[in-house]
């Protein structure tokens, strides 16, 4: 599947985005779905996953009560509003893809097939 990721800015902290991810290509609905993110000379880690109904989430603890994960599989859609934005969130954000029978999304990156080219946060203090 190919992804599209948008929505990335610039915005001060406490202030929210809403991080789109567009498919094409295949069945999404049998997709899981997760956004990771990666700061400049840190690894890329895992920030929220979606289930392929969009029945089970799960979030890093770094965005809990701070980003809901979302989708809709009519528009082939994953998005990932992200509220109270801190400084500490900037990076480019990436969403990726994997056709799994699995129920949750999981948090591990390699475990992805397919990736999203990034859209940049920027969290100015």
């Known amino acids: 599947v190919q992804l599209q990721a948008s929505g990335g800015g610039l915005v001060h902290a406490g202030g929210s985005l809403r991080l789109s991810c567009r498919a094409s290509g295949r069945t999404f609905s049998s997709y899981l779905v997760g956004w990771f993110r990666q700061a400049p000379g840190k690894e890329r880690e895992f920030v929220a996953g979606i289930s392929r109904s969009g029945g089970v989430k799960n979030y890093a603890d770094f965005v809990k009560g701070r980003g809901i994960i979302s989708r809709d599989n009519a528009k082939n859609a994953v998005d990932l509003q992200m509220n109270d934005l801190k400084p500490e969130d900037t990076a480019v954000y990436y969403c990726?893809?994997?056709?799994?029978?699995?129920?949750?999304?999981?948090?591990?990156?390699?475990?992805?097939?397919?990736w999203g080219q990034g859209t940049l946060v920027t969290v100015s203090s």
């Open positions: 990726a893809a994997r056709e799994s029978p699995a129920v949750a999304a999981p948090r591990g990156a390699v475990l992805y097939t397919d």
